[in-house]
């Protein structure tokens, strides 16, 4: 025998679960994920509702640069989405443009931060802005991975085959969708209310 031997179910799905190894993989890193941020929302609003004084997220935070930041987030998303109706060989260019999109965001929120930075706030300013640092950063951070994640996508494309680049792409699309709930929870939660 010659070669590697491919891993079973790497495109099929597995006669005991229904699903393929990327999908299985995907929901248990995504439950991690959920258990995470889980914590982090709950100790935000376990911190607001016993606080005497809370700031106002609309008030203290820029509000545009969280809502631009929202729209490109959105895109990312779509785009990506776009990518499981694109013909063969077709997805590239929509995952180029997500990615360049994740970009922005990263570029804008950095720019956020350096403003906040110079008017002189910091996460030791207060407990919302604590949260508001750590919320955001770890975000951003899951916004770098999707980027690595994207870039995955597109360097293992010639040497795994149309099928299983398939399969990463809809795993891929899916941790977006994360990556863009978990920011819409934090724009509502803290730029918003």
Do not use: C
């Not at 509000?63 to 990518?83: D, K």
């Amino acid at each position: 025998m010659s070669g590697h031997a491919p891993i079973p179910y790497t495109t099929e799905p597995r006669a005991d679960t229904g699903v393929s190894n990327v999908t299985m993989g995907f929901w248990l890193f995504i439950a991690s994920e959920v258990m995470l941020f889980g914590a982090l929302f709950s100790s935000y609003a376990l911190l607001r509702v016993s606080a005497e004084d809370w700031p106002v997220g609309r008030e203290v935070l820029h509000l545009g640069l969280g809502s631009i930041n929202t729209m490109v987030l959105v895109w990312v998303l779509v785009l990506m989405s776009r990518t499981r109706r694109a013909r063969v060989g077709h997805y590239r260019p929509l995952v180029l443009a997500a990615s360049a999109l994740a970009l922005v965001f990263l570029a804008m929120k950095g720019f956020e931060y350096r403003t906040e930075w110079v008017e002189g706030v910091r996460p030791a300013t207060n407990t919302f802005f604590a949260m508001y640092f750590t919320l955001t950063g770890l975000h951003a951070l899951h916004v770098v991975g999707g980027l690595i994640a994207n870039m995955w996508i597109l360097a293992g494309a010639s040497s795994v085959g149309e099928a299983m680049t398939r399969g990463r792409l809809q795993a891929v699309t899916r941790y977006w969708a994360f990556v863009d709930l978990v920011w819409l929870t934090i724009f509502v939660g803290l730029y918003l209310l």
